[in-house]
């Protein structure tokens, strides 16, 4: 935008430097102060790039030299001119406090008041450390030992403890008992005694010496002879009052074709089959501790024979409950 001489007005600058006033098509206004040397041939543009003080003109920004920053006197909101220190340096420092300090006089450093949470939370950090450090003897950690309360037991509470010292003595002496049982990895059987004699044993068993035990009971056995030659009944053995006639074993043999059967009872209960024998032939049972047959209680043994024929051997039994 040019200037036109009809926009100078002199009267409007105090400082008698002519005035250009600029308006758009908006009639907003710009005054604009114009400034040139003594010959009018410079102006503020035709500085841009010249080095300070080697030519006339220019407008230097001005600050008030204040070395030892101080508050102002002006009030909020106020117009205030920019402050350097006494090197020139225009003054900014944030709204903390700053002290010189060990890190150098011409280096501010931010302190921290004595009440601050950071400073308080320190100061209880170093007494605790403290307290530990004082805890350890070379690179140990000292352990004291203090001394424990006597408790007083009640009458009641000693009655107990009485009878569990008791107990615990009785299971001592019994572990020790046992200990002495052990002779390396196993543990020692001594036979006190020799078992009694007599009928005195367990179970069912039977020896040489004619007793077979049956629960606990001593059975004699006995023997009888076969010899008969009467066709039909023929007792072997008579009968005993509750008792039965169990046959552990027998022989028998036949003089002539026969048929032969034992019974419970003359005429009773039959033990066997009807065994077919021919002349001069007959069988054996062996022993048998469990019995071949036996009679019913109190009842005899008999063999009946189909026919008169002798028949002659001999069996073992006993009298069974």
Do not use: C
């Amino acid at each position: 935008m040019a200037i036109a001489s009809s926009d100078i007005d002199r009267a409007d600058d105090p400082s008698g430097y002519p005035v250009a006033t600029l308006a758009d098509s908006n009639s907003r206004r710009m005054q604009v102060v114009v400034i040139a040397d003594s010959t009018g041939e410079k102006s503020l543009v035709s500085l841009i790039g010249a080095a300070a003080g080697a030519t006339d003109g220019g407008v230097a920004a001005l600050a008030v030299r204040d070395d030892a920053l101080s508050t102002l006197s002006d009030a909020e909101g106020d117009w205030v001119p920019l402050r350097l220190g006494e090197n020139g340096a225009l003054w900014v420092r944030p709204d903390v406090a700053y002290g010189a300090g060990a890190v150098g006089a011409t280096v501010p450093r931010m302190t921290l008041a004595s009440d601050d949470p950071a400073v308080a939370l320190l100061g209880t950090m170093d007494a605790d450390t403290s307290i530990l450090a004082g805890a350890v003897s070379g690179t140990e950690m000292q352990v004291d030992v203090v001394s424990l309360p006597a408790v007083d037991l009640g009458a009641t509470d000693n009655a107990v403890l009485d009878d569990i010292a008791a107990k615990l003595g009785t299971i001592d002496a019994d572990t020790s008992a046992i200990a002495a049982a052990v002779s390396g990895s196993e543990v020692q059987v001594d036979v006190v005694a020799a078992l009694p004699a007599g009928a005195n044993v367990v179970g069912a068993t039977h020896d040489v010496s004619g007793l077979i035990v049956e629960s606990a009971v001593a059975l004699t056995v006995k023997y009888a002879v076969i010899d008969f030659a009467s066709s039909g009944d023929n007792t072997v053995v008579a009968a005993v009052t509750n008792k039965k006639i169990r046959v552990l074993s027998l022989f028998l043999v036949a003089a002539d074709a026969v048929t032969v059967r034992f019974e419970s009872g003359a005429g009773g209960t039959a033990l066997t089959g009807q065994m077919s024998l021919v002349a001069n032939t007959g069988f054996v049972l062996p022993y048998n501790p469990h019995g071949w047959f036996q009679s019913g209680e109190s009842a005899l043994l008999n063999l009946e024979l189909s026919a008169a024929v002798s028949v002659d051997g001999s069996l073992v039994y006993i009298e069974a409950e």
